[in-house]
């Protein structure tokens, strides 16, 4: 693909320059802190009485969290529900801010393919969120450490994070589609909106026992370790980050761009 | 003659809205074209449809002699633009955003960032935020990422957008260098008929989407009305000297006398005899063009009272 590395360098550079990086940094660091005070809360009695509410929410934390292996899935559960909105921040970001800011009519006349600026795009964002996916996992194993969880081994932590890992790449190719929606709303609502609907979608269609077909709810149903993922459950997470991809190829390469 | 710009019956239609209709043009290279009309007038769709940024609803366009396609990457390494209000990323600086720019169009040596910026001015501003910089200073850098590759072709619209009037006189004497010495072809957008009338050899006026007039600018004085305005110290008697002399003239509100004929306006001198000879001498004689802006407004009908009664 021609001059991709120039793209990938535009993309990165504009990415970094911004303050996105570390507000999305902080972000992924406050899931496992998070946990890891909840925890703590619910260890220690006499502070956990004095802050009721947030009590009973620590004491279903602890309850879900007791050893390292159900540690660990929590982490992963955390990147398919809270990683998802803060990767669907950085999608919406990187492509609804050149129709918000007003840039995007400065990629379109250029004879530089639209095929490498997506790329570049697409690419910036897999790695931008690899890289929170692994800013979680690497905290979470550090406050697990920490907090002194039972049933810890080398194994179980690397076949947890292993798990994180595999949850942390389906949920990024799952937020692949809100780079349409981000093109095809010009900005960054569309597809938080777009997000929060598939959030309430997940939970319903995971309660209802076909969580395996909705892509979104793949993720999600990994880290918890349910049975009932199937290879078409990977296959329906793949062809929708496909679809997401070619959807918003072909917005940007057809779409009328009147703003 | 190679054409540098060329449409036929390009069109655009929103819904029910007809944003640009049947617009034939042809811009001869190394020629300075303006595109005038008001405020959505249909200025900025033509000059996406000829960047490919909009599909004709009917038509086509050329531009460089390659037929403009949605999505396509030829002609555009030769063409630099501006398009309505400049943007640029608010967070890199004036070197990074041309940086961008440079690498958006490959073979664009490193050496043309420092170039443009000293071109351009910006020397004192090149690392500070864009975000940071005035309304006249990212209209400059808005020129300087058109202009980084050194184009054949530059889709302006208005240029002159937050400048200062050093500013304005700069940017044309760019403009004019740049067709002069390098034989580029400008075609501009702009409302202001004063402001292109200075700069270019052809004006295309368009007005609800469709092209009124095409003119050279030795056609634009030909069409702008003249008129001959005159003041004597006896008015009324001035006045009937020259009707009985069969000049149509007429009293204006302020005291003076208005002749429109062509044979006055062309030789105020044989007015001049006249009245001296009758005894009311003038006390002032001016021949009076259009002001352009009333020309502008006479032609798309928006006139009003404005215009020479």
Redesign the interface.
């Known amino acids: 693909m021609?001059?991709l590395s120039?793209?990938i360098?535009?993309e990165w550079?504009?990415a970094m320059?911004?303050?996105m990086p570390l507000w999305t940094a902080l972000g992924s660091l406050f899931m496992p802190l998070g946990i890891a005070f909840l925890i703590f809360v619910a260890r220690n009695s006499d502070i956990s009485q004095k802050l009721g509410l947030i009590s009973a929410k620590a004491n279903l934390i602890a309850y879900a969290a007791t050893d390292w292996p159900a540690y660990l899935g929590l982490t992963g559960v955390i990147i398919a529900a809270a990683g998802f909105l803060l990767f669907v921040i950085i999608i919406s970001w990187v492509f609804g801010r050149e129709f918000s800011?007003?840039?995007v009519?400065?990629?379109?006349?250029?004879?530089?393919?639209?095929s490498s600026i997506l790329a570049a795009k697409f690419l910036v964002v897999a790695v931008w969120a690899a890289g929170l996916s692994l800013i979680i996992l690497i905290a979470g194993l550090i406050t697990g450490a920490v907090m002194q969880l039972p049933g810890g081994s080398i194994g179980v932590a690397l076949q947890g994070s292993v798990i994180v890992a595999i949850t942390g790449f389906l949920v990024i190719v799952v937020v692949l589609p809100f780079a349409f929606f981000a093109s095809v709303g010009r900005g960054y609502l569309l597809p938080i909106g777009v997000a929060f609907l598939t959030l309430i979608m997940t939970n319903i269609l995971a309660l209802a026992g076909w969580g395996e077909y909705f892509p979104w709810a793949v993720p999600g149903l990994l880290a918890q370790g349910k049975s009932a993922l199937t290879l078409v459950s990977y296959l329906i997470v793949f062809l929708t980050g496909m679809a997401g991809v070619i959807a918003t190829y072909l917005w940007?390469?057809?779409a009328?761009?009147?703003r | 003659m190679n054409l540098a710009i060329e449409t036929e019956n390009l069109g655009k239609c929103y819904r029910d809205v007809r944003a640009v209709e049947r617009l034939s043009l042809r811009v001869a290279e190394g020629e300075i074209y303006a595109f005038l009309g008001l405020n959505g007038a249909g200025k900025t769709t033509t000059i996406r449809m000829l960047l490919g940024m909009i599909k004709p609803t009917t038509g086509y366009a050329q531009v460089l002699q390659t037929r403009v396609r949605l999505g396509n990457r030829e002609p555009w390494e030769s063409v630099g633009y501006l398009v309505e209000t400049p943007h640029c990323y608010a967070e890199l600086t004036v070197t990074e955003n041309l940086e961008v720019a440079r690498r958006l169009h490959p073979g664009t040596p490193h050496e043309a960032v420092g170039r443009i910026i000293e071109r351009m001015g910006l020397a004192e501003y090149a690392d500070r935020r864009a975000g940071n910089l005035s309304q006249g200073n990212t209209q400059r850098l808005g020129l300087a990422k058109a202009l980084l590759h050194s184009p054949k072709l530059l889709l302006l619209d208005e240029p002159a957008n937050g400048l200062d009037p050093a500013g304005i006189v700069e940017i044309r004497e760019l403009l004019l260098e740049l067709t002069r010495e390098q034989g580029v072809t400008v075609f501009m957008s702009s409302h202001i008929l004063a402001e292109v009338s200075r700069l270019a050899q052809r004006i295309g006026i368009i007005h609800k989407g469709r092209l009124l007039q095409e003119l050279n600018i030795d056609e634009l004085e030909q069409n702008r009305k003249k008129r001959l305005l005159l003041r004597a110290r006896d008015v009324v008697s001035a006045c009937q000297v020259l009707i009985a002399a069969g000049q149509p003239a007429e009293i204006q509100k302020d005291g003076s006398i208005e002749l429109k004929n062509a044979a006055a306006v062309e030789h105020p001198d044989d007015i001049n005899c006249l009245l001296v000879k009758a005894g009311t001498p003038p006390t002032q004689l001016m021949v009076e063009e259009e002001e352009l802006e009333l020309y502008f407004l006479r032609l798309v009908g928006m006139d009003g009272g404005l215009q020479h009664e």
């Open positions: 021609n001059n120039d793209m360098w535009i550079r504009k320059r911004s303050r800011d007003g840039t009519k400065d990629l379109l006349a250029v004879p530089v393919p639209r940007w390469k057809y009328d761009q009147n």
